[in-house]
């Protein structure tokens, strides 16, 4: 069988009984050696018992072909033989086979973080900051969503709403919400998020917008005499 980690960073690909464990001198090696599957050229293997093989992902969290849940990891014929030591002369090479990989057996959850203001003047910019949110498994996240609720006005909401689901499944980064855009009022923040491998949650964050007004002082510009 073929199982995601918990935290998706690696596969765990089991064998049904002890193999001979090709290259398992080496700390890691290519995968193509004895696999095929998308993404392969982002991944290294390596053995941690003489029937299980890990599979690490060396990816960035922007990249999108990766293996997925059910997608498919085929195993190449004539490379991989039973444990049989001390000669192997008598034991036939695996067969090109086919499995499935599953989700892990307890999914990282997401943890979901909003970094903002408690109060906001409404002649400044906003910062709304989510990128500490965790639990994404070292890739984009599958689906993110904004939902915003405002004493301020119907629209007001639907408007910050707009421009923070805007940025997609982006918010690795801080989002600016431009003055012009807020009405005094308190503003309610939800954004739930989704893992690839179907985990999600939501977080919650308030801030209020003061219809503060600044008065500017004029200094004189100091003249010689």
Not at 30 to 43: H, R, V
């Amino acid at each position: 069988i073929a199982k995601f980690s918990n935290s998706g960073s690696s596969i765990y690909i089991s064998f049904d009984k002890p193999t001979n464990t090709i290259n398992r001198g080496l700390s890691s090696w290519n995968c193509d050696l004895l696999f095929y599957f998308i993404g392969i050229n982002q991944t290294y293997c390596s053995w941690t018992n003489n029937t299980v093989v890990q599979l690490q992902f060396v990816t960035t969290i922007n990249s999108s072909s990766l293996l997925s849940p059910n997608d498919d990891i085929l195993m190449i014929e004539d490379r991989l033989q039973s444990n049989c030591a001390p000669t192997c002369d008598n034991y036939p090479y695996s067969k090109q086979q086919s499995i499935k990989v599953l989700l892990p057996d307890n999914a990282l959850v997401p943890t979901v973080v909003i970094s903002i203001l408690r109060t906001a003047s409404l002649f400044d910019n906003l910062t709304v900051d989510a990128s500490l949110s965790s639990g994404h498994g070292s890739r984009a996240w599958s689906y993110v969503h904004w939902t915003v609720s405002t004493t301020a006005s119907i629209t007001s909401g639907d408007d910050i709403s707009r421009i923070l689901n805007s940025y997609d499944v982006m918010i690795f980064q801080p989002i600016t919400i431009y003055h012009r855009d807020l009405k005094a009022g308190t503003y309610t923040l939800s954004l739930t998020v989704e893992n690839f491998m179907k985990e999600s949650n939501t977080g919650v964050a308030i801030v209020t917008i003061d219809a503060v007004s600044y008065t500017h002082l004029t200094l004189p510009t100091n003249r010689e005499v």
